[in-house]
């Protein structure tokens, strides 16, 4: 459990750098979607085929939530990247960080874990948070299309942990070297039927495309799709919440980006609820679990 929680939070202070990479990359967001899942999918089937488990799928129940989750990671990185473009890396980011939220209102029921009451009060500063943020964004420029982007992003995103964590049987190295792979062919098509393959990468683009496919992707997806099964959904999605911190950080010290005072309330609430939800909630979880006379679990 312990590794697990090292490889989940390593992974996503990774992905928190994604949004700022991508910005010294001259491509559409489409494009860089594209060569990212390329470059991070054959990256790890490399390295799936040198390693020693190379069995087969036997489940098809699994492989069919592995596909849909592959489906919609591919999705939620399209949505996610065309928001960069509309609305910033750091306001983009905290959006798509409201599918978190969509996890944890969900798992009671598909995962069958715990609700304590302590965490709705963190899961609706998350959501007055995101409402700030975004409605600020439509006010001050109307770019409807830049926040439904983010939402949707969202929305794909709790798809793709909701059924990453249902294909049980599918883990490690294989989980995410398909999952990566289903979501390439997602983006390839789609981006072949838009504009066709024709990408015109220039020499200034090509380090950090690589950074961004190998590192950002195929490392960054390893440690987190090898973890998030082992947890607990409703850890995955409050843990997240490091990966916005990081983008938001570093895009107002690195970018330059502005964030006006009612978006500045938006993140502390956000991030704020979701640490919250995450320590208090689970503290009161823990002290409700009945422990016999002997010291375990009843």
């Given at each position: ?6 490889k989940y939070?390593f992974s996503?202070l990774?992905?928190g750098?994604?949004g700022i990479?991508?910005r010294?990359?001259?491509?559409n967001s489409?494009e860089i979607?594209f060569?990212?899942?390329?470059i991070?999918g ?9 390693s020693?488990d ?5 489940n098809k129940?699994?492989f069919f939530?592995?596909?849909i989750?592959?489906?919609?990671m591919g999705?939620s ?15 983009a980011?905290l ?35 995101i ?5 600020n964004?439509?006010?001050?420029n109307?770019?409807f299309?830049?926040v ?5 992003s969202a929305?794909?995103y709790?798809m793709?942990?909701?059924f990453n964590?249902?294909?049980k ?9 398909l999952q990566?792979?289903i979501?390439?062919?997602l983006?390839?098509?789609?981006v072949?039927?838009k504009q066709?393959?024709?990408?015109n ?13 190998i590192l950002n992707?195929g490392?960054?997806c390893y440690l987190?799709?090898s973890?998030i099964?082992?947890?607990p959904?409703?850890?995955v999605?409050i ?6 911190l990081?983008?938001v ?12 005072p009612l ?8 991030l704020?609820?979701?640490v919250?939800?995450?320590?208090i909630g689970n ?7 009945p ?8």
């Amino acid at each position: 459990m312990a590794l697990s929680y090292f490889k989940y939070v390593f992974s996503v202070l990774i992905f928190g750098f994604n949004g700022i990479v991508a910005r010294y990359i001259d491509m559409n967001s489409y494009e860089i979607v594209f060569m990212r899942a390329m470059i991070g999918g054959i990256f790890l089937l490399v390295v799936y085929l040198f390693s020693k488990d190379r069995t087969g799928i036997t489940n098809k129940k699994d492989f069919f939530c592995l596909l849909i989750s592959g489906i919609s990671m591919g999705a939620s990185w399209m949505f996610l990247y065309e928001a960069y473009d509309r609305i910033g890396v750091s306001l983009a980011t905290l959006t798509y960080y409201g599918g978190p939220v969509i996890v944890i209102a969900l798992s009671p029921w598909l995962f069958k874990e715990k609700f304590v009451w302590l965490k709705v009060l963190g899961f609706v500063a998350v959501i007055i948070g995101i409402f700030l943020i975004n409605g600020n964004i439509v006010i001050a420029n109307g770019d409807f299309f830049g926040v439904f982007c983010g939402i949707m992003s969202a929305i794909t995103y709790s798809m793709m942990v909701i059924f990453n964590k249902k294909a049980k049987s599918i883990v490690g190295l294989k989980n995410s070297t398909l999952q990566l792979l289903i979501a390439f062919v997602l983006v390839a098509l789609f981006v072949g039927f838009k504009q066709g393959f024709s990408i015109n990468l220039t020499a200034t683009s090509i380090v950090p495309i690589l950074f961004l496919g190998i590192l950002n992707t195929g490392v960054g997806c390893y440690l987190y799709f090898s973890s998030i099964g082992k947890l607990p959904s409703q850890t995955v999605a409050i843990c997240g919440y490091v990966e916005p911190l990081i983008s938001v950080v570093c895009s107002v010290i690195l970018l330059s980006e502005i964030m006006t005072p009612l978006q500045i309330v938006g993140a502390i609430l956000v991030l704020g609820g979701a640490v919250y939800a995450e320590i208090i909630g689970n503290r009161r979880s823990r002290e409700k679990i009945p422990i016999k006379e002997d010291g375990n679990v009843q």
